[in-house]
C-alpha cells in the first residue's frame, strides 16, 4: 500500500534546506519521520518580560497562530477510519529561557498587540494528532510538531524529532 507525505509548514512552501533535512520510511502499518528543525531564534521587540521564538519553515501556536512558538503543520496519508497512535522522539533537546511566553493580536487598524499568552495555549507536549479526515476517500491525519515547549516553566526546543504514526485499518482499503 503506498502511502502520501504532505508537509505544510508555516512559511506556505518547503524551502530546499528543510526538504533535506526530512527522511520518510513507509511501512503496511506505520509511517516514520525524520525531521529537522533549524534556525530557531528568538523574536525581538518585544515588550519587556515577554518573550517568544521563531523557527525556519514553522508557522506559530495557539488560536489563529497567535501564540509565539513555532508549529509546523504535518499532514500524513493513513487508511480511512485507521485508529492512530503518535509518538513523537525529540532529540538535540536544549534549555532556551524561562521567559513569559507572548501572545499577539491585531487590531482592526493593523496595530499588534502583545500580552502573555494563556497557560493552556502553550505547547507542552512535542506533538500531537491534531485532527484525522478523508479528501476525496483518501484517509489523512494532521499532526502539530512544537519545535519549542514549555516543561515545568521553562522554554525548551529541540533540533531534530522523529515521528512515529502507527495505524491499524478498520475497514477495506480504498483505491483512488
Known amino acids: 500500500m503506498s502511502f502520501l ?19 520518510v520510511e513507509v511501512g503496511t ?9 533549524s534556525g530557531i531564534q528568538s523574536i525581538g521587540g518585544l515588550p519587556d518580560g515577554l518573550t517568544g521564538y521563531m523557527a525556519d519553515d514553522c508557522g506559530y501556536s495557539g488560536p489563529a497562530g497567535s501564540v ?11 487508511p480511512p477510519g485507521a485508529e492512530l497512535e ?21 487590531s482592526q487598524d493593523g496595530i499588534d498587540s502583545y500580552e ?7 505547547p507542552r507536549i512535542w506533538g500531537i494528532i491534531a485532527d484525522t479526515g478523508t479528501f476525496r476517500r483518501a484517509g ?3 499532526v ?6 514549555n ?19 478498520s475497514g477495506p482499503a480504498v483505491s483512488v
Open 140 to 142: 489523512y491525519a494532521h
Open 29 to 37: 502499518s506505520s509511517t516514520i519521520l525524520t525531521w529537522e528543525c
Open 151 to 169: 516543561r515545568d516553566g521553562a522554554l525548551y526546543a529541540a533540533d531534530r524529532f522523529r515521528i512515529h504514526l502507527s495505524y491499524t485499518a
Open 86 to 106: 503518535l509518538e513523537v522522539i525529540p532529540e538535540g533537546v536544549r534549555y532556551l529561557s524561562g521567559g513569559t511566553v507572548s501572545k499577539v493580536s491585531v
Open 144 to 149: 502539530q510538531l512544537h519545535p519549542v515547549i
Open 68 to 78: 509565539l512558538l513555532p508549529e509546523a503543520a504535518l499532514y500524513f496519508a493513513i
Open 5 to 23: 507525505l504532505i508537509l505544510l509548514l508555516g512559511s506556505g512552501s518547503i524551502s530546499s534546506s528543510a526538504m533535506e533535512a526530512v527522511r
Open 116 to 122: 502573555e499568552a494563556s497557560p493552556e495555549d502553550i
